[in-house]
């Protein structure tokens, strides 16, 4: 288990064993139940089934429907209308600012190509003004070049 070039064998620890302290558990009981009295001794109702059973209980009162709500003042069909031309509104003024904005942008492409046409002016006037240095290029005569099978010999 150990390595032959160790001199002392393994060490032995004591070992502490821990117990566990049981949990007694909880003992539920019920809650007392108090005795309620109602208020006023409800009614009891007897009913005669037509196979001559006879059903006696307690008479449930129906339940009540929630009051309607009061009408508003104004009719819906002028809130419709109204809430239609706040709409109508809304739609005119972004529609304004569609229109505004394609002016804006067709006032940047027309300065884009006016920016263009100037650079390319500028480049070619450039060129046309400059003195050109002949030695520079190279120069071909065709009056005295002989053209024989597709070649150039001069």
Do not use: C
């Not at 302290?21 to 007392?32: K, S």
């Not at 208020?39 to 929630?66: K, N």
């Not at 009051?67 to 009719?75: C, D, M």
């Amino acid at each position: 288990m150990y390595p032959d070039h160790t001199p002392h064998g393994p060490t032995h620890r004591p070992v502490e064993l821990h117990q566990p302290t049981p949990i007694q558990p909880a003992v539920m009981r019920p809650a007392p139940l108090a005795p309620v009295q109602p208020h006023t001794l409800p009614t009891v109702a007897s009913i005669v089934l037509p196979d001559g059973r006879i059903v006696t209980g307690y008479a449930v009162s129906p339940a009540q429907p929630e009051p309607v709500t009061a009408k508003p003042a104004v009719s819906r069909t002028a809130v419709n209308i109204a809430l239609g031309g706040v709409g109508f509104l809304a739609v005119s003024g972004g529609l304004l600012l569609l229109t505004t904005f394609i002016a804006a942008l067709a006032a940047l492409i027309q300065q884009l190509i006016i920016l263009a046409a100037v650079i390319f002016g500028g480049w070619i006037a450039v060129q046309i003004l400059t003195g050109r240095d002949t030695s520079a290029g190279t120069t071909v005569n065709i009056r005295k070049a002989v053209i024989k099978r597709n070649h150039f010999h001069g």
